[in-house]
T-cell receptor, first 111, second 113 residues
Framework: EDKVVQSPLSLVVHEGDTVTLNCSYE??????LLWYKQEKKAPTFLFML????IEKKSGRLSSILDKKELFSILNITATQTGDSAIYLC???????????FGTGTRLQVTL | ETGVTQSPTHLIKTRGQQVTLRCSSQ?????VSWYQQALGQGPQFIFQ???????GRGNFPPRFSGLQFPNYSSELNVNALELDDSALYLC????????????FGSGTRLTVV
């Protein structure tokens, strides 16, 4: 059975801190790994990673995939209160592009 | 605005009843997937529809069924509701041949009492 594990489950940091969120996976027929941010309801897309070692960057967020060790990290630098959300990691598998999600990391950024 | 519209936003049903949730996919997307997100959990794949046919199914019983229409909109039907069906139901659309570039809707919050 496909499995995605995220850590930590929750995290409280002060504004300005840097955080690293972890995602490991065990799946068959891997296609890509995706990161989403979920604030209220709709998960919003952050990154899609398909190749090892190539960092994807968007502003203060960056992510990298290691297909040999089967994990990915999401980094957020200079955190802001608006970064408070649940961060979901998902792996796409098979021809139907089914997404298997982890349970998410709840990030709270305080002043 | 995400481009994927779900209705209704909230719903309360009684155990044993049936429910239909609706999703309008983003323009140009030909694939719709449904996910169930229980409180404190990540979304779980229910099934996917592509060109009006089921194109993959997760570990959900047959009382979860769906439809996709020629305009690519979709319905999720759940029969014989159980208390554990209480969850956020998310619809996601994509263009199958271009990879999993999903756009999620805001979901329907279903409460079964």
């Amino acid at each position: 059975e496909d499995k995605v594990v995220q850590s930590p489950l929750s995290l409280v940091v002060h504004e300005g801190d840097t955080v690293t969120l972890n995602c490991s996976y065990e799946v068959t027929n891997f296609r890509s790994l995706l990161w989403y941010k979920q604030e209220k309801k709709a998960p919003t897309f952050l990154f899609m990673l398909t190749s090892s070692g190539i960092e994807k960057k968007s502003g203060r967020l960056s992510s990298i995939l290691d297909k040999k060790e089967l994990f990915s990290i999401l980094n957020i630098t200079a955190t802001q209160t608006g970064d408070s959300a649940i961060y979901l990691c998902a792996v796409s598998t098979g021809t139907a592009s089914k997404l298997t999600f982890g349970t998410g990391t709840r990030l709270q950024v305080t002043l | 605005e995400t481009g994927v519209t779900q209705s209704p936003t909230h719903l309360i049903k009684t155990r044993g009843q049936q429910v239909t949730l609706r999703c309008s996919s983003q323009s140009g997307h030909n694939t719709v997937s449904w996910y169930q997100q229980a409180l404190g959990q990540g979304p779980q794949f229910i099934f996917q529809y592509y060109r009006e046919e089921e194109n993959g199914r997760g570990n959900f019983p047959p009382r979860f069924s769906g439809l996709q229409f020629p305009n690519y909109s979709s319905e999720l039907n759940v029969n014989a509701l159980e208390l554990d069906d209480s969850a956020l139901y998310l619809c996601a659309s994509s263009f199958l041949d271009r990879g999993p570039g999903y756009t999620f809707g805001s979901g329907t919050r279903l409460t079964v009492v």
